[in-house]
């Protein structure tokens, strides 16, 4: 049983919820979130949510550098 299933609350500053992910913390900060100085980053749903807003970029760029993905250049620009 990980800590998420032990319910474990968001990393994010001043947030009190309970987290549904853990991603590095490095990967986090880069989105733009502020966490905590530990290893992992536990997110909540919210957060979680704002961290796929704020990298889905790059995980397109990822997936297009890897040849996995075809999508058109329309989805880049939004």
């Excluded at 549904?20 to 979680?48: D, M």
């Excluded at 704020?54 to 996995?68: A, I, N, Q, V, Y």
């Amino acid at each position: 049983m990980g800590r998420v299933a032990k319910g474990i609350k968001c990393t994010v500053t001043g947030c009190e919820k309970e987290a549904v992910r853990s991603l590095p913390t490095e990967k986090v900060t880069a989105a733009g979130l502020k966490v905590g100085e530990s290893r992992r980053a536990y997110l909540c749903k919210e957060h979680y949510k704002e961290f796929k807003k704020e990298t889905k970029k790059d995980r397109m760029l990822e997936k297009w550098r890897h040849g996995t993905a075809r999508a058109s250049t329309k989805q880049l620009e939004r």
